[in-house]
């Protein structure tokens, strides 16, 4: 089972009201530990500078370089990217746009059809047109959207993208036509982001700058944001010499067959792409003593050992070589090579959520390469030099606590209260892990571990049979103390594990979701043995609430069901999907009655 959501837990604090369900004692994981889930991660596998220019080759031919003949104009880019001040972002749109866009998002279910298809996980977020004021520059006719993958999503806070070219061509801002703009959802420090790029970049991995902002939307605070490079052509330019190669995004991607087609292209999709995704999973697969050459082929080897060592020695544990996820590849036309490129390390500096305690801490070997070559000796011998010399020359921890104590003092200001309120907390927790982390990698690599977990398959999600029920309450209940009180359900399984009805009572109760504006939310309990409930919980759009059956695979649409130990632990059984949920009263009218039936599917992983 996957530990809940802290979203999740904290809407089922509400569940059972008087009987008790208070805060987990085993602390659940952030919303980003549902992607470790998706990606197989560390605990599922335990339990289960550029360089010189290449003569032309046949290397080179096989990677296609992108026609560029524009002329680039002065960049005044760093302008927006300052280490001394937050630039200011006043947004405004259409009040009703902006509740469109909050309340936009992806679901598991979403990233999950998409893995087992092998195709990019889609993205759901649309364009609204907008204005903005970019450090003190106004710019009308922006297209403004919604952004995050899963983890960072948040009606509140939305992490957002602006495209000020969207209506008017070539409008910018100091060389900018777009700004991508991080919630930090998982990182109350709000630190991590920019923390964790100055080790890839002082390590001399091309990384995205990073800077802060403080974000109004038609002028409600939503704090400090980070403001961190679009990784588009002007990032490739800033780089690489010409000519323009391409650039992927890999999100729960890697380099073994059926895990590849969930690379993104991020500029000139209409363009044929090159092979070059197909020969690193053909060179990863060859026998142990051809991989190192087979390797150097087609990936900068040196670069990737060094890029792996980052990723290790600032716990960026949501990356590539832990969790396949956050990370980008260039393939430079040049040598024909791939280059990994950092990205999303909002998460850093931390050991993975839920990991064993047996799990090392100096390697992550999940990433095939990054498995496939710590099994090697050659590989590994590689790879502890690199993590020798990141620990030498780019992590440097008493530069590192000083930054932290300057961007706390620069950032101050601009914190909400609730975000003033979390930072301390994690701020000691990060400085601890800044501290401590030299110690805890050079006491372990004085003998140094093996990685003996497989390769995890997939993520795709196993039918174990049916869950069926029904229940009936009223509008507007979902926030109320006590669920035995506001409803009534019945619920029951015919599943590989357990057949029959639980006998009840049951509990229910509906209203708008707190967590999704635009959707409803419905909630029944059950106990299932002494001082254990089971709870499901429904949440889809408003426009599907109504009378008659629901499509419980429309985009929107999700139902989980948990094992509930009040004052204890809140556990993920499995996920619903398939079957039926039908409607006989759906008005979301506070007072009104809500009753359903249902018959779907439990998927788990």
Same mark, same amino acid.
Request: hydrophobic share 40%.
């Given at each position: 089972?996957?530990?809940?959501?802290?979203?999740?837990?904290?809407?089922?604090?509400?569940?059972?009201?008087?009987?008790?369900?208070?805060?987990?004692?085993?602390?659940?994981?952030?919303?980003?530990?549902?992607?470790?889930?998706?990606?197989?991660?560390?605990?599922?596998?335990?339990?289960?500078?550029?360089?010189?220019?290449?003569?032309?080759?046949?290397?080179?031919?096989?990677?296609?370089?992108?026609?560029?003949?524009?002329?680039?104009?002065?960049?005044?880019?760093?302008?927006?990217?300052?280490?001394?001040?937050?630039?200011?972002?006043?947004?405004? *749109?259409?009040?009703?746009?902006?509740?469109?866009?909050?309340?936009?998002?992806?679901?598991?279910?979403?990233?999950? !059809?998409?893995?087992?298809?092998?195709?990019?996980?889609?993205?759901?977020?649309?364009?609204?047109?907008?204005?903005?004021?970019?450090?003190?520059?106004?710019?009308?006719?922006?297209?403004?959207?919604?952004?995050?993958?899963?983890?960072?999503?948040?009606?509140?806070?939305?992490?957002?993208?602006?495209?000020?070219?969207?209506?008017?061509?070539?409008?910018?801002?100091?060389?900018?036509?777009?700004?991508?703009?991080?919630?930090?959802?998982?990182?109350?420090?709000?630190?991590?982001?920019?923390?964790?790029?100055?080790?890839?970049?002082?390590?001399?991995?091309?990384?995205?700058?990073?800077?802060?902002?403080?974000?109004?939307?038609?002028?409600?605070?939503?704090?400090?944001?980070?403001?961190?490079?679009?990784?588009?052509?002007?990032?490739?330019?800033?780089?690489?010499?010409?000519?323009?190669?391409?650039?992927?995004?890999?999100?729960?991607?890697?380099?073994?067959?059926?895990?590849?087609?969930?690379?993104?292209?991020?500029?000139?999709?209409?363009?044929?792409?090159?092979?070059?995704?197909?020969?690193?999973?053909?060179?990863?697969?060859?026998?142990?003593?051809?991989?190192?050459?087979?390797?150097?082929?087609?990936?900068?080897?040196?670069? *990737? &050992?060094?890029?792996?060592?980052?990723?290790?020695?600032?716990?960026?544990?949501?990356?590539?070589?832990?969790?396949?996820?956050?990370?980008?590849?260039?393939?430079?036309?040049?040598?024909?090579?791939?280059?990994?490129?950092?990205?999303?390390?909002?998460?850093?500096?931390?050991?993975?959520?839920?990991?064993?305690?047996?799990?090392?801490?100096?390697?992550?070997?999940?990433?095939?390469?990054?498995?496939?070559?710590?099994?090697?000796?050659?590989?590994?011998?590689?790879?502890?030099?690199?993590?020798?010399?990141?620990?030498?020359?780019? &992590?440097?921890?008493?530069?590192?606590?000083?930054?932290?104590?300057?961007?706390?003092?620069?950032?101050?200001?601009?914190?909400?209260?609730?975000?003033?309120?979390?930072?301390?907390?994690?701020?000691?927790?990060?400085?601890?892990?800044?501290?401590?982390?030299?110690?805890?990698?050079?006491?372990?690599?004085?003998?140094?571990?093996?990685?003996?977990?497989?390769?995890?398959?997939?993520?795709?999600?196993?039918?174990?049979?049916?869950?069926?029920?029904?229940?009936?309450?009223?509008?507007?209940?979902?926030?109320?103390?006590?669920?035995?009180?506001?409803?009534?359900?019945? *619920?029951?399984?015919?599943?590989?594990?357990?057949?029959?009805?639980?006998?009840?009572?049951?509990?229910?109760?509906?209203?708008? !979701?707190?967590?999704?504006?635009?959707?409803?939310?419905?909630? *029944?309990?059950?106990?299932?043995?002494?001082?254990?409930?089971?709870?499901?919980?429904?949440?889809?759009?408003?426009?599907?609430?109504?009378?008659?059956?629901?499509?419980?695979?429309?985009?929107?649409?999700?139902?989980?069901?948990?094992?509930?130990?009040?004052?204890?632990?809140?556990?993920?059984?499995?996920?619903?999907?398939?079957?039926?949920?039908? &409607?006989?009263?759906?008005?979301?009218?506070?007072?009104?009655?809500?009753?359903?039936?249902?018959?779907?599917?439990?998927?788990?992983?």
């Amino acid at each position: 089972m996957t530990r809940l959501t802290r979203m999740a837990a904290l809407a089922l604090f509400l569940v059972l009201g008087g009987s008790g369900c208070g805060d987990s004692a085993s602390d659940p994981a952030d919303e980003a530990t549902a992607l470790d889930a998706v990606s197989g991660d560390t605990v599922d596998a335990a339990g289960g500078d550029v360089g010189e220019d290449a003569a032309e080759d046949t290397q080179v031919a096989t990677v296609d370089s992108v026609e560029d003949t524009s002329a680039p104009d002065e960049d005044l880019s760093d302008l927006l990217f300052p280490n001394d001040r937050l630039i200011e972002v006043a947004i405004e *749109l259409a009040p009703e746009d902006f509740d469109a866009l909050r309340g936009q998002r992806r679901t598991l279910f979403d990233i999950l !059809d998409a893995v087992c298809d092998d195709q990019p996980v889609p993205d759901p977020f649309t364009w609204f047109r907008g204005s903005a004021t970019l450090d003190g520059q106004r710019v009308e006719d922006i297209g403004v959207r919604k952004k995050g993958f899963l983890g960072s999503l948040d009606p509140d806070r939305p992490a957002l993208k602006l495209k000020l070219d969207a209506y008017v061509d070539g409008q910018e801002v100091a060389s900018l036509e777009r700004v991508t703009l991080n919630n930090n959802r998982q990182d109350p420090s709000r630190l991590r982001t920019c923390l964790a790029y100055s080790v890839f970049r002082a390590a001399g991995i091309p990384t995205p700058r990073c800077a802060f902002a403080h974000v109004t939307v038609n002028g409600e605070d939503l704090g400090v944001y980070t403001h961190v490079e679009s990784m588009k052509k002007d990032f490739v330019r800033r780089w690489f010499p010409e000519p323009l190669g391409e650039l992927y995004e890999g999100n729960v991607s890697d380099f073994r067959a059926g895990w590849t087609g969930t690379f993104e292209r991020k500029y000139d999709e209409d363009t044929p792409a090159s092979d070059i995704i197909d020969r690193v999973t053909a060179a990863a697969a060859v026998p142990d003593d051809q991989l190192i050459d087979a390797l150097e082929e087609v990936v900068d080897l040196d670069e *990737l &050992f060094t890029f792996w060592a980052v990723e290790v020695v600032i716990g960026h544990w949501d990356g590539y070589a832990n969790n396949r996820n956050n990370f980008l590849v260039y393939a430079d036309p040049r040598d024909g090579r791939l280059r990994f490129l950092p990205w999303g390390p909002d998460g850093a500096f931390l050991r993975p959520p839920s990991a064993p305690a047996e799990l090392p801490t100096s390697v992550f070997a999940n990433g095939i390469l990054a498995h496939r070559l710590y099994n090697t000796w050659q590989g590994r011998a590689r790879y502890h030099t690199a993590l020798a010399e990141v620990l030498a020359s780019a &992590f440097d921890e008493e530069a590192l606590l000083a930054e932290i104590d300057r961007l706390v003092a620069l950032t101050a200001d601009a914190r909400l209260p609730t975000e003033a309120a979390a930072a301390p907390d994690d701020l000691a927790q990060l400085r601890q892990y800044i501290a401590g982390r030299r110690a805890v990698l050079e006491a372990e690599l004085a003998n140094a571990p093996d990685w003996p977990y497989p390769p995890s398959e997939r993520p795709c999600l196993v039918d174990h049979g049916r869950v069926y029920g029904g229940l009936v309450t009223t509008w507007g209940t979902l926030l109320e103390d006590n669920i035995f009180q506001t409803g009534s359900a019945t *619920l029951g399984f015919e599943t590989d594990f357990y057949t029959g009805a639980l006998p009840g009572p049951g509990g229910s109760k509906a209203g708008p !979701d707190p967590d999704t504006p635009g959707n409803a939310r419905m909630q *029944l309990a059950l106990p299932s043995e002494p001082g254990v409930y089971a709870v499901l919980d429904i949440s889809m759009p408003l426009a599907l609430f109504e009378p008659g059956p629901v499509d419980t695979t429309a985009p929107g649409v999700q139902a989980l069901i948990f094992r509930l130990v009040p004052n204890e632990t809140v556990d993920l059984i499995g996920y619903l999907r398939g079957g039926d949920i039908v &409607f006989g009263d759906a008005l979301a009218v506070d007072g009104s009655p809500v009753s359903a039936s249902f018959d779907l599917r439990l998927l788990t992983f």
